[in-house]
């Protein structure tokens, strides 16, 4: 990993209450003022306030615009900012189409609910930036495919925002596991428990005047205003969300498959539901997803929203299962095992980074936002360049088809179906159709 500089100060994230502690070593060269890199923002509410602290955070970057349309956000975002030494005075826009038009923007951060990510981050492509696009990068399968096809046209960076995938040890963990650590692996147990209260049932009412709800709906198909989505229970809303799996499974999926090796499966199935509450969560509390891969690997999910029992001790991780042993990731650290349960190598984190709360902010945003202007700057490798972030993201994806649908869903191993089916893609508001 390249050294960064040190930065420890906390935060108060606005009405997130949310206390940061970032740590990195200085950085071994001296960056130019010709090396600037300019960025507009999209979503200044929870994850967007970590990435707007990690870009601050960053040499030599610059937030330019940040867009809402949550008018309420803009000042607040502000106040994030200047409590972390931030000199920007950011110019404040609604419509990310017209942030985007501004040539002085090198780079777009995209943290806006699900819906909104891959039909941004096309257009951000299409306007000569370079993307951090929050997880999911897609609604569903068929936006995961265009924003990647998106990347390849325009060929400007995407990096996806699991950012795990830039923890120390955790790389560390996943090099001595592709050496052989623990033998041959064949066994990804990814998990996620939290204590996620009830939602109530949605009641139409007027629009607030601090929202812009044609804006906020975008791509998706209009619907009434409701009281209980905006800003954080869209989540678990088909019209806007993508479900617990997608929200935070991603993150653990994705190490599974990063250790296993694997890319598309060949087989994924799903049961589970809407257990703990009755009220107007759409999606599921209680999920249980498996992934095949050939005849040989299999990663499963277990997502408990609203059960906050721990498994190995930890409200989430990733457990990878070899011939000769196991090994425990998370984001704030990974212990190789022996079969017999006795510790062989503990690899710790400097810094923490949360895990179940609603930003799931700390040291990561920082280190995965480095990689990212390093790609840009230098040239260095994306930690989750889009297309294989996207192969995760799928997982999550078909998880829920399987799930809503009732069947087991079989693909051909390289990223398609074996037979037509629903949920691949949505149906858009028309002229809001993302096109490559």
Known sequence: MESRRTFI???????????????????????????????????????????????????????????????????????????????????????????????????????????????????????????????????????????????????????????????????????????????????????????????????????????????????????????????YNWHWNWNWGTGEINNNGTHELDICRWALGVEYPTKASSSGGRYHFHDDWQFYDTQIANFEFGEDKMISWEGKSCNPSKLYGLDRGAAIYGKDGYAILTRNGSTLYSNDGKEMKVMKEEKTSATTNTVGAGALDVYHMTNFLNGIRKGETLNSPIEDGAKSNMLCHLGNMSQKLGKVIHLDGKGKLKEAMQMWGRTYEPGWEPKV
């Open 9 to 231: 100060k906390k935060s108060a994230l606005g009405t997130a209450g949310l206390s940061l502690a970032f740590s990195a070593s200085s950085y071994n060269r001296i960056i130019g003022a010709n090396d600037r890199i300019n960025f507009g923002v999209a979503g200044l509410h929870g994850r967007g306030k970590a990435l707007g602290v990690a870009i601050s955070d960053s040499p030599n970057t610059a937030i330019r615009y940040i867009c809402d349309v949550d008018k309420r956000q803009f000042a607040d975002y502000k106040g994030v900012l200047a409590s972390v030494g931030s000199k920007d005075k950011p110019k404040e826009i609604e419509d990310f189409r017209e942030m985007i038009k501004n040539k002085d923007i090198d780079a777009v951060a995209i943290a806006t609910p699900d819906h909104q990510h891959a039909p941004m981050a096309i257009m951000a492509l299409e306007a000569g930036k370079n993307v951090y696009v929050e997880k999911p990068c897609g609604y569903d399968c068929r936006e995961g495919e265009l924003i990647v096809e998106a990347q390849k046209k325009y060929k400007h960076l995407v990096q996806m925002g699991n950012q795990q995938r830039s923890a120390p040890t955790s790389i560390e963990c996943i090099s001595d596991i592709h050496s052989g650590a623990i033998g041959d692996v064949y066994y990804g147990k990814a998990w996620y428990a939290n204590a996620r209260g009830p939602i109530g049932k949605a009641k139409k009412v007027p629009t607030p005047d601090w929202l812009n709800w044609e804006l906020w709906q975008g791509p998706a198909p209009r619907q009434d205003f409701e009281d209980i989505w905006v800003h």
